[in-house]
Each structure stands twice: as C-alpha cells, then as structure tokens.
C-alpha cells in the first residue's frame, strides 16, 4: 500500500477493530518522520525526540476513536506533538530549577555535539539563533520555515490568531537576522 493513503481511509480503517492495528501502522508510515522532525527542532537531542514521538504516538493511539474530524489529522497530531514538546521543556526547566536560559544553553551544548549537523555551519547558526527565541516565536518559526505550514493550518495547531502568529513570525525573523548578524 502506497506512503500516501488517505486520511479518510486510515480513520475509517482505524474504527473496525479488524483493521486498527493495519490503520494505525499506516499512520506511523505517513507522519512519524514529519512530526519527529518536528520534536527534533524544538527539543534538538535525538533520545530525547524519539521518547516524545513513542508519547505522541500512544496519545493518538488512545485517542484516535474519538478523534472528531473537525480538524485535519496531521493538524491534530501535531497539536498532540507541540504539547508534549512544551511539556517537556518545561519539566526540563523544572527538573534542573534553572532558567529557560540555560536550558537554552544546555541545548546548544547538544547541538554541537549532534552529528546531524555536523558540517553545515549555517543550520548550526540558525539552530543556535532558534535557541535564543522564545518558545512560541521558536515554534512558529518553525512551522513555517520548516514544515511550511499556512498561517490558518498554524492557528488551528496553536489556538492563535493569524494575526498573532505573522507577527510572532516577524519577530522571530528579526531576531534570528540580529543573531547571524552578530554571529559574524
């Protein structure tokens, strides 16, 4: 069965007890590199984004039946993603009772060390540049820049207003351009 089988089909595939376990692998196909890349951005350790996608993925398991197509799937799952990533970040803060800062700083540690960006000096600035934003400019950054999500699929995902969310893009734009700026 093709990588691109429909929304429609999974979930109708996923409310026969039958054929759940073959909807629910079909899910995983379709977007578990899509929201670990997701997790990977905001929390930048691989362990540590491959623990949130097992999260994120036994939340829609359990939750799949009563999912109410009033938004899209991947929105929704996304949503799931955004939360257990902020969740995360904050019980990091907590756990270590250091500011938000330093937890910023504990990150870009990580990021040097990672070999998935090993080589490229400009992903490591603009990833370094990311570290220093706040969460929400962070995340929208992200979406668009990188998942290339439309500011209404964002609104759905973070309960923001477009409004809010073009200029929190703006902002975030200005201060990754102040970073790599400085940086040079």
Not at 170 to 180: M, T
Request: proline fraction near 1%; hydrophobic fraction near 40%; aromatic fraction near 12%.
């Amino acid at each position: 069965m093709s990588n691109q089988v429909d929304d429609a089909e999974i979930l109708e595939k996923f409310q026969n007890e039958k054929t759940r376990n073959e909807a629910f692998n079909l899910l995983l196909k379709k977007y578990q590199q899509k929201i670990y890349w997701h997790i990977r951005r905001m929390v930048i350790n691989h362990d540590d984004a491959d623990d949130l996608v097992q999260d994120v993925f036994v939340k829609v398991w359990k939750s799949l039946l009563g999912f109410r197509s009033d938004a899209q799937l991947y929105t929704w799952m996304y949503r799931i993603a955004t939360n257990e990533c902020i969740t995360f970040l904050n019980r990091k803060k907590l756990k270590n009772n250091v500011p938000l800062d330093d937890v910023a700083f504990e990150l870009s540690e990580t990021l040097a060390d990672s070999s998935y960006f090993d080589g490229d000096k400009a992903q490591m600035k603009l990833q370094k540049a990311l570290l220093t934003l706040p969460e929400k400019q962070k995340l929208v950054f992200n979406m668009k820049y990188y998942d290339e999500m439309k500011y209404e699929e964002m609104s759905e995902v973070l309960g923001t207003s477009v409004g809010a969310l073009k200029s929190s893009f703006h902002l975030a734009v200005k201060k990754i351009e102040a970073f790599l700026l400085a940086e040079d």
